[in-house]
């Protein structure tokens, strides 16, 4: 190490030693990497590739402006976490943010609403990835081989987490140049040779319309994007594993939502161009429009290895999303805010990771998956609040943050709004709140009411499970770490 780059860490370690804590963590991780964490956590190609087909059936090709509508509103809320984590670089994101902007309780279920929502996430994209391998390796897939691919996939996942930071930080830069490079070759290549569709088929509602309504439509297919623009926060999980982190982690959020959001309406648009028949989509016929276009496009075997670059993406995706967990429960377990925090506190002095909070992080989500096995409908109960679940984390940030600032709080950290620090948190919380309304409206009148009202009803039980915890451990009481200072430091 350079002289200079001991002089980064001492800083990095006196100001961690500041904010009331010491790390073991190894900080390796570099701009790009930590981007690249990030990116792979959205990761545009799981996203588009996995709604697609159901978003362009329900509102049409302007599905496609949502991206853009979307990436704008999460840029807000980019920018609030931005400030935040500039003044308080620790690992774990959302919960020790929480917890200097407000306090302990608020805190603890900001913790408890992400950390599980986490969970149903990898299990969710890990589950996901099972049509992907099947599509790739020429066999028929079913509900029972998704699991099994799902489980292997979040063991895969937890040996490189339990690997370390370096073999974490590489290969999210490897997931990221493969999905990034991928998803230009397969987008050019469509919009040159495959190209079916006119341009302003983008703004072409195919007469899709509810209660003599597009808007309705249009909110469905919104989703999309939705279901997309939160990988941004991963940046600030691994804060302790990266140098000059109040400079360098605001700047890797802000790439992830400009790099991710671009890729992500490039391969949009390339898919949507290259769409045969665009009132097959719509009528149902055709129900699985991306490898209707990649068949088409590639053949067989062309249209094999770009299943294969998806299924980096996947894994990359999931490797990502465990590593932000890990971190999450290892921060939350610091302050002692859950049970067994002894043991998942401990950093390995080998791999400098936090191997039972990793282990934890594997195991809930592989149980998660094979509830599958037994209770299909349950799960996806279950699953159903991963997105939800992290937009209601995440405006709990936001809602903080306006919460501080008006106890006079003014953000210190090497990254500032300013004056408009205001009006952006402000604008976010209007955005996540609408967001989060759209996400849980209920859309399938004719289906059971538990799975009509599945987001509303998994919200509630999380939240409800949480609050008895809550009140009869009263964990959030057990830690003396700072809290609720976020605004006295600023005076």
């Not at 902007?101 to 990835?129: P, Q």
């Not at 950093?347 to 909070?357: G, L, M, R």
């Not at 759209?438 to 009148?445: E, I, V």
Request: with cysteine; charged share 10%.
């Amino acid at each position: 190490m350079s002289a200079r780059q001991e002089l980064s860490a001492d800083s990095d370690a006196e100001q961690l030693r500041q904010l009331g804590y010491t790390s073991n963590f190894n900080r390796s991780m570099s701009l790009w990497e930590n981007f690249a964490l990030g990116f792979t956590y959205l990761s545009p190609v799981v996203g588009v590739y996995t709604l697609f087909g159901l978003c362009l059936a329900a509102g049409g090709p302007p599905m496609f402006w949502a991206y853009l509508l979307v990436g704008c509103g999460q840029l807000l809320v980019c920018l609030i976490f931005g400030e935040v984590v500039s003044q308080f670089p620790i690992s774990g994101g959302v919960y020790p943010w929480a917890r200097r902007l407000v306090g302990k309780r608020w805190a603890w279920m900001v913790g408890w609403v992400y950390s599980i929502a986490l969970c149903v996430t990898i299990a969710a994209v890990a589950v996901g990835a099972g049509p992907y391998l099947a599509a790739m390796l020429g066999f028929e897939p079913n509900s029972n081989t998704n699991i099994v691919i799902a489980l292997v996939l979040t063991l895969f996942a937890t040996l490189v987490n339990l690997s370390g930071t370096k073999v974490l930080a590489r290969i999210a830069m490897f997931g990221f140049l493969c999905e990034l490079v991928g998803a230009v070759i397969v987008g050019v290549y469509l919009l040159v040779f495959e190209r079916h569709q006119p341009i302003s088929v983008l703004f072409n509602t195919f007469d899709i319309s509810i209660d003599g309504s597009y808007l309705p439509a249009f909110l469905t297919a919104s989703l999309a994007g939705m279901f997309l623009y939160y990988g941004f926060e991963a940046c600030g999980d691994v804060a302790e594993e990266t140098p000059n982190p109040s400079k360098q982690i605001p700047v890797a959020m802000r790439m992830t939502i400009y790099i991710g959001g671009l890729a992500a309406m490039f391969a949009c648009l390339a898919l949507i161009l290259a769409v045969p028949d665009m009132q097959a989509v719509i009528d149902g016929t055709d129900k699985d429009p991306v490898t209707t276009i990649l068949d088409n496009a590639f053949g067989s075997i062309g249209s094999k290895v770009v299943m294969g670059v998806v299924m980096v993406s996947f894994i990359s995706c999931v490797i990502s999303l465990q590593a932000a967990a890990s971190r999450l429960l290892y921060s939350y377990a610091r302050d002692e805010m859950v049970v067994g925090s002894s043991l998942l506190k401990r950093i390995s002095p080998n791999t400098q990771v936090p191997v039972a909070a990793l282990f934890v992080s594997g195991v809930l989500p592989a149980l998660i998956i094979i509830l599958g096995f037994f209770l299909q409908d349950a799960v996806a109960t279950i699953v159903s609040f991963a997105a939800i679940g992290i937009y209601l984390a995440f405006q709990m940030i936001v809602l903080a943050a306006l919460f501080a600032r008006a106890r006079g709080w003014k953000p210190s950290g090497k990254f500032t709004l300013g004056a408009w620090g205001l009006p952006v948190n402000i604008g976010a919380l209007v955005y996540g709140l609408c967001a989060i309304v759209n996400m849980a409206w209920p859309r399938t009148p004719d289906a059971p009411w538990y799975i009509n009202y599945s987001m509303l009803l998994s919200t509630a039980i999380v939240i409800a499970l949480g609050l008895l915890y809550m009140w009869l451990g009263k964990p959030y009481d057990r830690g003396t770490a700072p809290a609720g200072d976020a605004w006295k430091i600023s005076r």
